[in-house]
């Protein structure tokens, strides 16, 4: 025990540790082995201690300690406590560190999974979840797994999580409600103050192109992969359902959807200033856009969905629309409009359109068990010059 004793208080003075933190919570510590990795130039350092260490104190010896041998190598560091503290102890103690350390591991778990409560009864961690959507959003997220390895890895105490609703009364399920949507609201608003680049246009006057944030040079991911939150994800496509709303902030809330065909993606962006509310104006149905920023659980919707906050956002091309470049164009003889059931989604106004855009002389229409389309897709050849069969 000497001997790591010794080799503590080296490590001590090396990371410069102020000597009233030593005398006041190290007293007792020491180094019980350490582990080198050659491969990644990683060394974690293994600390004994017969009491807990205060939260603050111990991210301030962690910091010291990396900081001062960062130059030797990329350190971990673990506690290992004695037996006799009991697992409540080292949960009530390091709890709030759970809570730093999952928020940087999983995305949007701020809102909610720091107003659920626990209880530690021997290796068993019990979390109770303020509402079935937290509850649920725990379960997909596998915090019950997150917190095992934190404690397993940090401090090598071992547990089992089990997670549940908590029961609330319905005055304080409510206003815990109302909080809860404020927060999310100033959390949204800042990440967006944030990240957003300020519009370098002079005052009065209008922006030529749509251009949020910095150029996106990523390849767009297809949205139909994009399946659960994610920190940082690019995406492009068509604009539809776009909607501007004002709110009681003095801010304009810009909400639209993306698709590209594969799937379809809900947006929200959120303009502060008089140039953002310029510049965000110019999105609109039919363009196409690249996006890039955090996708997350949209928690004021009453079944949460995947949406996306941008950070960049650039208008970009469409994809060059197909052409029929036969020397001798055909004639479709068999089509069917919305009006046979199950079979098509497009109106018959619409084939004929793009029929005469491919430079076709005619086009049937077949139809089975109605002729309800036949005045439009007469209407419509008529307009188009196009000889229509009726079949």
Excluded at 55 to 78: G, M, P, W
Excluded at 322 to 347: G, I, N, Q, Y
Aim: negative net charge.
């Amino acid at each position: 025990m000497t001997d790591k004793r010794k080799r503590f208080e080296v490590l001590m003075r090396q990371a410069e540790v102020p000597v009233e933190l030593l005398d006041s919570f190290f007293h007792d510590g020491w180094i019980d082995r350490v582990e080198c990795s050659r491969s990644n130039k990683e060394w974690t350092i293994y600390i004994g201690k017969s009491t807990v260490v205060p939260a603050e104190a111990y991210r301030t010896f962690c910091l010291r300690v990396q900081d001062k041998l960062s130059h030797i190598a990329k350190i971990k560091i673990i506690f290992h406590y004695e037996e006799q503290l009991q697992n409540k102890e080292i949960v009530d103690a390091y709890w709030s560190l759970f809570l730093e350390w999952v928020k940087r591991e999983v995305a949007s778990v701020n809102g909610w999974l720091h107003k659920g409560q626990y209880d530690v009864e021997k290796d068993l961690i019990k979390l109770s979840l303020p509402d079935a959507t937290s509850l649920e959003l725990a379960k997909k997220k596998q915090i019950d797994k997150y917190c095992t390895t934190f404690f397993e890895t940090y401090f090598t105490r071992t547990f089992r999580v089990t997670m549940q609703q908590g029961s609330h009364d319905t005055e304080a399920y409510e206003a815990f409600q109302q909080k809860l949507m404020e927060e999310e609201r100033q959390v949204i608003q800042q990440m967006m103050e944030e990240s957003a680049r300020e519009v370098e246009e002079e005052e009065g006057e209008a922006p030529e192109r749509l251009h949020v944030g910095y150029d996106i040079k990523d390849e767009p991911t297809p949205i139909m992969n994009v399946q659960d939150e994610e920190k940082r994800v690019t995406i492009q496509g068509a604009v539809f359902g776009v909607e501007m709303k004002e709110l009681r902030n003095g801010s304009t809330l810009f909400t639209f959807n993306l698709t590209d065909f594969s799937d379809s993606m809900a947006m929200k962006m959120f303009a502060k200033t008089k140039e953002d509310v310029k510049m965000l104006s110019l999105i609109s149905n039919g363009q196409w856009l690249k996006a890039r920023g955090r996708v997350e659980y949209d928690r004021f919707m009453q079944i949460p969905e995947l949406v996306m906050m941008p950070n960049d956002l650039n208008e970009v091309k469409a994809p060059a629309e197909r052409k029929d470049t036969a020397e001798e164009k055909r004639v479709e003889f068999h089509l069917h409009s919305t009006m046979s059931a199950m079979d098509a989604v497009t109106s018959i106004s619409d084939y004929v359109k793009q029929a005469a855009k491919w430079g076709h002389k005619a086009i049937a229409v077949t139809d089975h068990g109605n002729v309800q389309c036949y005045p439009e897709a007469a209407k419509a050849a008529k307009k188009m010059t196009l000889k229509c069969f009726m079949a």
